[in-house]
């Protein structure tokens, strides 16, 4: 499955400035899904988009985190002011439907915060 | 809140050795259930996925789950394990009438010896 694509697929950020992440679905597919997955710890839901809208946003930390999924490009997922505990694999998911519950994942992006 | 719960976080098999790696899940609804498996160096792909109909589900490269609803558990089973099969393993599950989002399990390490 190469229809995910994420990049980059390695950040490197200092504790205090932006990352942010892109995720272009596969072709076809306007439903996007982002996860993070911590070290030691299972992947965590943090957001459901369609274009131009955020479905499900309840995986996603108060502050800082945002999401977006444009009319035309890919999606974004953005964290602000980044800390040590933000290092971690993101990775995007995405569905032609929601009734398929099927996703396809991309590769991942690991961001590490120095 | 639902949860899935994977039982083994690092198995080590020989090859030809039988596989079964537990999962269960704290829903009590209907549920969609799959299991992803991510290759070192690689992004998550879908094993296999129940929703409904034969409880007994085929995958691919040889791997099967059993949906047992009075357990709660969609254990994954693979008759003769391959060096090939190294990987790490997740087991997932979505509750109909959701939004779309996967819940994971913490994840299970398997290591094959050659």
């Known amino acids: 499955n190469a229809g995910v694509m994420q990049n980059p697929r390695h950040l490197v950020r200092r504790r205090g400035q932006e990352a942010r992440l892109r995720c272009s679905p596969m072709k076809g597919h306007s439903h996007v899904y982002w996860y993070r997955q911590l070290p030691e710890e299972g992947l965590k839901f943090m957001v459901y988009l369609q274009k131009e809208n955020i479905i499900d946003e309840s995986g996603m930390p108060k502050e800082r985190f945002s999401a977006e999924f444009p009319k035309e490009g890919p999606s974004i997922l953005r964290i602000q002011q980044v800390v040590r505990g933000d290092s971690a694999a993101y990775f995007c998911a995405s569905s032609p439907t929601r009734d398929t519950y099927e996703q396809y994942f991309g590769p991942g992006t690991r961001l590490t915060v120095t | 809140a639902q949860s899935v719960s994977q039982h083994n976080h690092h198995v080590i098999l020989s090859e030809a050795a039988s596989l079964e790696l537990g999962c269960n899940y704290s829903?009590?609804?209907?549920?969609?259930l799959f299991w992803y498996v991510q290759y070192p160096g690689q992004h998550l792909q879908l094993l296999l996925k129940?929703?409904?109909?034969?409880?007994l589900v085929k995958g691919i490269k040889g791997f099967e789950a059993e949906f047992i609803k009075s357990k709660f558990s969609f254990n994954l089973r693979k008759p003769s394990v391959q060096w090939s099969d190294t990987a790490e393993y997740f087991c997932?599950?979505?509750?109909?009438?959701?939004?779309?989002?996967?819940?994971f399990g913490q994840g299970t390490t398997l290591q094959v010896k050659p």
């Open positions: 829903y009590g609804g209907t549920v969609n």
């Open positions: 129940y929703f409904s109909g034969d409880p």
């Open positions: 997932a599950v979505i509750n109909s009438g959701n939004t779309g989002k996967l819940i």
